[in-house]
Structure formats: C-alpha cells, structure tokens
C-alpha cells in the first residue's frame, strides 16, 4: 500500500541482552525500519514490567511477565488482557507472530474484532517435531509421542489457516505447509552482519582466557543448552574424539541442561562461559574457534550457524530441518540424529581432511547472500503485500499496490 503503516511483532521468545534468532531479527529489524522506511513499528515483547520505550517510528512495549524456568533469560507472557490492550490502543495494520504458542490466537481474536488488520504469521520452529515428538520420545516412547505430534501438526492447521501470510525459513518447513493445505506462504532468509561477524576478530588469547590447550581444534557451540537444541550430543560427541586430536570445546550459552553437561564434561578440555550477552564477544569467540558443531535435528533456518559460517568455521550438525539447506556440500558435514559415534567421525574427517577449503567455502557461502536488507526488503515488498491482499479477498475488495519503502530516510 502507498500509506505508511503500523506493523506489529508479537513475541515470546525476546532476550534484551542476547540472542537466540527472533530476539536479533527484532533488533536488526528495528535499526531497518527507523533507517530505510517510513512505516512505523511496534514491537510487544516479555519483560520484567509493563514498560512503553518509544524511539522515532517505532514504539517498544513490554509486558512484565515472569521468567522461564531453565532460561533465565527469557520470559513469558500470561496477561492476555495486557496485550489486548497495546493491540486495542495502537490498532496495528499488520501483526506479524512470531511464536506458535498463545499469542497467534490473541493477534487472531484482535482481528476478529478488528478485520482489517492483516495477520502474518512466522513459522520459525517445527514445533510439532521439536518440541512435542522429540521432548515426548524420550519420556513416553515413539507411538504416544507420534500422537500427539499429529495432534500438534492439527493445532498448526487450525492456527495458520487463519493467518493471510505465512513465512517459513526452509522450503522443508513451506512443504510441511503444505501437505496441511496451506499454501499463502513465502521462504524467507534471514541475515548475519559479515562485519560484525568475521574471521578478523580472531583472538589467539581467547583459549588462553578459557582455560583450553592452546593446540588441536576448537569446537564451538552456542545457543541453548537444551533437550531441544540436543545439547547433550555434543559432550557424547567429544568424549568419542581421539585423544591425540588434542581437541577442546566452548558451549556458549545456558539451559536445563548446563550442570548436567558441566558434570559430564568434568576433567575435559571442555569450557562452560555462560550465555553470551555481548554480540562482538560472541563474534570473538566464534572468529577464535575453528568448527562449529550442533545436534540440533529440527533447525528452520539457524541464524547461529550463518554466523559461525560468516566468521569462517566449517560445520558439523544433522542431516534433518534446514541444517543440508544452510551446510552444502564442501562446507561441513552432516550425520544421522542423535548419533554422537559419527558426529565425532566427521569433525576428525573435516580436521584431518581439506579443513582450510571448507573454512574458505563456508565464509564464501556467508558473504554471498542472507543480509537483513534482503530479509526486510523482502517482507515490505512480498510478505506484507500478498497478507494484504489476503485480507482483502477475504473482506471482498482488492489490494491496491505495494507498501512503500524509501531509503535512508530519517
């Protein structure tokens, strides 16, 4: 649409002081808008009180909610009403909803209510998979986790069908879609920063400072340390290493897992520095490192991973989710779910192989596509867009040309 609109990003899933993928997409998203747009922003998220912070064009509202248990860094909202009353008193043209849980249904009963508003919705996680099949195997075992996987595949075509748009991450994720019958989708790639995250921030102290053997490779993880994430791979995986690599590892981040993993790394060149709050000491860390590896089976795009790539270190992960997507051939290697035995063979095949080739194919890979100018540029001009016109084929009218975007605009 030619007007200048209010877009709304409805969260769960926020840390202020770090990050996992939606919180960076949320500040890079922020610093897009205010600098290449006229549209304004509002951003509802969790926080520790109920806190309005206005800046330029974009309006960041806080709902006090209580913290995750295992996460400390995150929170999680329970007041409904509370977010009723931000989307009742700024009356956003779109919502865009980046969670699967809860909060899709408050944007979707607003705009029951409201039905002009336009809803797009982010399908970031498989949840189904990662956070039902996988959580309940380990407890309950396949069959009754396989049930309720479909009853969770149920409440995700009850949900998103009643979004205009929905982006995924990977084409895997968009053919999940669908085979539920939903097919207003789009892919989006999300960015990395090639300045922030780059091979020249290594530090040949860093080990030093952690503690580790100052020769053999350096493993790298960061993210959560969860069953989720599959954190526990990595420690299976580094016990299998041959003691003559003289590997070591860093796991950057926290979770319910972190004593668990600490007691099982006892006695290992494996170091434990706690969620990472610092974006340039993250980029340090991983420029410092040589190969990044992962256990995570249901990635949907792995913003961790292109940074790891940006800052030149080759990867190990799964062969499963967006993971053989976001790790071509030439630049890492992939195995089975949750076999650490041949995780631990493919870094000491990636070591001991052309370990400087996939190092330069990995940072091609990353300075050749996936910037946030391309995420957002794609969201103003296609995403946005096509949730419009849904809307108005769903209220019986036509859309009528696309959201305005503007450089450098102040």
């Not at 020249?200 to 790298?220: A, C, N, T, V, W």
């Not at 961790?304 to 940006?310: D, I, N, R």
């Not at 076999?339 to 631990?344: K, N, P, Q, S, V």
Request: hydrophobic fraction near 40%.
């Amino acid at each position: 649409m030619s007007e200048n609109l209010l877009i709304c990003d409805l969260t769960q899933s926020w840390s202020p002081t770090g990050g996992g993928g939606i919180s960076t997409y949320l500040k890079e998203k922020k610093k897009f808008f205010q600098e290449n747009t006229e549209h304004r922003l509002l951003q509802i998220v969790p926080g520790p009180e109920d806190k309005i912070t206005v800046e330029g064009r974009t309006i960041f509202a806080e709902v006090g909610a209580p913290l995750v248990w295992g996460s400390p860094n995150y929170r999680w909202i329970n007041r409904n009403d509370a977010v009723f009353a931000l989307l009742r008193e700024y009356m956003p043209n779109i919502i865009e909803s980046q969670c699967p849980w809860v909060l899709p249904w408050l944007a979707i009963r607003h705009r029951w209510r409201n039905p002009d508003t336009a809803l797009v919705a982010g399908y970031r996680t498989d949840f189904p998979n990662a956070q039902i099949y996988r959580v309940m195997k380990d407890l309950t075992g396949h069959y009754s986790a396989a049930f309720f996987r479909k009853v969770g595949y149920f409440y995700a075509w009850m949900t998103y069908h009643r979004f205009d748009r929905v982006y995924t991450l990977n084409k895997e994720a968009q053919g999940m879609l669908a085979g539920l019958n939903y097919h207003r989708t789009g892919v989006l790639g999300l960015g990395v920063d090639i300045d922030q995250f780059s091979p020249e921030h290594r530090d040949l102290s860093y080990r030093k400072e952690l503690g580790l053997p100052e020769d053999g490779p350096l493993l790298m993880y960061a993210g959560r340390l969860d069953n989720e994430k599959r954190a526990y791979v990595l420690t299976e995986m580094f016990k299998q290493l041959p003691r003559e690599m003289g590997a070591s590892m860093v796991l950057v981040g926290d979770g319910k897992l972190s004593e668990t993993l600490q007691e099982e790394a006892r006695g290992l060149p494996i170091a434990f520095p706690g969620y990472e709050t610092d974006r340039k000491a993250l980029a340090r860390a991983l420029a410092s490192s040589d190969i990044y590896v992962s256990g995570m089976a249901d990635e949907t795009f792995g913003i961790s991973v292109l940074e790891a790539q940006a800052s030149g270190l080759p990867v190990i992960g799964v062969a499963s989710g967006a993971m053989p997507e976001r790790v071509p051939e030439g630049t890492g290697l992939l195995g089975p779910i949750d076999d650490a035995a041949e995780m631990a063979r493919n870094v000491v095949r990636l070591w001991r192989g052309d370990y400087a080739q996939a190092r330069d194919r990995s940072l091609k890979l990353a300075n050749s596509h996936n910037r946030w100018k391309q995420t957002f540029e794609q969201l103003i001009d296609i995403e946005y867009p096509e949730a419009l016109k849904a809307r108005d084929a769903r209220r019986g009218g036509s859309a009528k040309g696309k959201l305005k975007r503007a450089s450098n605009v102040s």
